[in-house]
C-alpha cells in the first residue's frame, strides 16, 4: 500500500513563496509518474504538474514559470516549489503517485494541504 502525506501549505500574500513537499511510502515502482493537483472551493480538479520518473516534467499553463516540481528519489520526497504566488493559487494542494507511469492514472492520492495567498 503506498501512502501520501503533504505538507508545506499556509497562508501568504501575493507574490510571496511556499514550497509544498509530499513524502511518499510503501512500495514505489522505479518507473513512475508523480504529480500536484489543486481544487479550489466551487471547482474542480485540476492538474498542476507532473514528473515522470525519468525526469520529464509537465507544468499547467498558468503555473509554468512560477512553479517547479522536483523530487528526491532517495527519499522517496516530491516537492512543489511556488514562486510569484497569485491569489488564483488559492486551493487545496493534493500529491498524488501513478503506478502505470502514464501521468494519467493517479491511483493514489494524499490528504491535501491547504494554500491560500491574499491580495
Known amino acids: 500500500q503506498v501512502q501520501l502525506v503533504e505538507s508545506g501549505g499556509g497562508s501568504v500574500q501575493a507574490g510571496g513563496s511556499l514550497r509544498l513537499s509530499c513524502v511518499v511510502s510503501g512500495y514505489i515502482y522505479s518507473r513512475n509518474c508523480m504529480g500536484w493537483f489543486r481544487q479550489a472551493p466551487g471547482k474542480e480538479r485540476e492538474g498542476v504538474a507532473t514528473?515522470?520518473?525519468?525526469?520529464?516534467?509537465t507544468y499547467r499553463y498558468s503555473v509554468a514559470g512560477r512553479f517547479t516540481i522536483s523530487k528526491d528519489s532517495a527519499k522517496n520526497v516530491l516537492y512543489l516549489q511556488m514562486n510569484s504566488l497569485k491569489p488564483e493559487d488559492t486551493a487545496m494542494y493534493y500529491c498524488?503517485?501513478?503506478?502505470?507511469?502514464?501521468?494519467?492514472?493517479?491511483?493514489?492520492w494524499g490528504q491535501g494541504t491547504q494554500v491560500t495567498v491574499s491580495s
Open positions: 514528473i515522470h520518473s525519468d525526469s520529464f516534467t
Open positions: 498524488a503517485y501513478d503506478r502505470e507511469a502514464t501521468c494519467s492514472s493517479f491511483g493514489y
